[in-house]
């Protein structure tokens, strides 16, 4: 008989242990989402092959819970390396995207070319493509058919920009920008923005090995349409 009086308030101690251990659980959770910790980030967007300065650097707090045993913690670790990728605004910073100049990643010339959308061929900054020097003149014949030249290969796009020299994959959104301001302003910015002409590839930035750089400069031409880029295969 007393087994089955203790038995209902054994299960409700189970319960309340439970529900106890639970909210343990949950609420260290959110403490730990809630603990933050000065690291470095980039000042602004860094391209590949850049060696970072201290003025492009500056400490934030993040997120304990988004960084890993790869993100870096002092501004030591980073000041006089090189940026093997593109390194973004606020961002941390992982320690394996970083280089010593010693070992000659940032050997190269930044060179901007004169391209069009069907030249570009399709690549996105950090694509290596193969630099080609297209014919002159159009061919009279099969015999006398004129063959791109290859100017240069394993050649890095740092920078895809649009005619105004604006970065297409930094341009914002200003439908975005235009929320909470207003229904009748978002209505006008968002008709703007969608009759605005789409921007297309008109320069694109590469990193050229030395060797390179005197074929290559040609296409900085004004109008130049002389060179073309082929992505290489991944």
């Given at each position: ?42 000042a ?52 394996r ?75 914002k959104?200003?439908?975005?920008e ?35 750089v ?21």
């Open positions: 008989m007393l087994k089955r009086k203790l038995l209902p308030l054994a299960i409700v101690l189970t319960g309340i242990v439970l529900a106890l251990w639970a909210w343990q659980g949950i609420n260290k959770k959110v403490v730990d989402l809630q603990r933050t910790v000065k690291v470095p980030v980039a602004r967007n860094i391209d590949t092959y850049s060696k970072i300065a201290k003025e492009d650097l500056q400490e934030t707090d993040v997120p304990r819970t988004t960084l890993d045993s790869y993100t870096a913690i002092k501004t030591e670790e980073i000041i006089g390396k090189i940026a093997l990728a593109p390194l973004y605004q606020g961002k941390p910073i992982d320690r995207s970083l280089t010593l100049p010693e070992s000659g990643a940032g050997n190269f010339y930044v060179v901007g070319i004169n391209v069009d959308p069907a030249r570009t061929a399709g690549v996105s900054p950090g694509d290596m493509v193969d630099v080609y020097k297209l014919p002159q003149q159009a061919a009279t014949n099969k015999k006398d058919a004129l063959v791109p030249v290859l100017l240069a290969d394993n050649v890095r796009v740092l920078k895809i920009c649009d005619d105004k020299g604006v970065a297409i994959n930094e341009i959104d200003e439908k975005t235009s929320q909470g301001i207003g229904t009748a302003q978002q209505v006008v910015t968002k008709a703007a923005t969608s009759a605005a002409p789409r921007r297309s590839a008109a320069i694109v930035y590469l990193a050229v090995r030395p060797e390179h005197q074929a290559v400069i040609e296409g900085s031409q004004p109008k130049s349409t002389l060179l073309a880029l082929a992505k290489r295969p991944e």
